[in-house]
């Protein structure tokens, strides 16, 4: 897990984490959905790189 997907990660579970079991149903849903939005493309982005840097490597055989 990349630096921003950790931040990220932390935002969204301080967000969302009730403080009482009700307190989830004050939170807004598309607040929830922003956060699941915003941690897909974290994952997207991580797996892009992971991809990139597995292209490099590929790559670097080669040569």
Do not use: W
């Not at 897990?1 to 967000?15: C, E, F, L, P, V």
Request: aromatic share 2%.
């Amino acid at each position: 897990m990349t630096r921003i997907q950790q931040d990220g990660s932390k935002i969204a579970y301080n967000i969302l984490e009730p403080q009482k079991p009700d307190d989830i149903k004050k939170t807004p849903l598309v607040l929830i959905m922003g956060c699941a939005h915003a941690h897909a493309h974290a994952h997207a982005l991580a797996h892009a790189h992971a991809h990139a840097h597995a292209h490099a490597h590929a790559l670097a055989a080669l040569c």
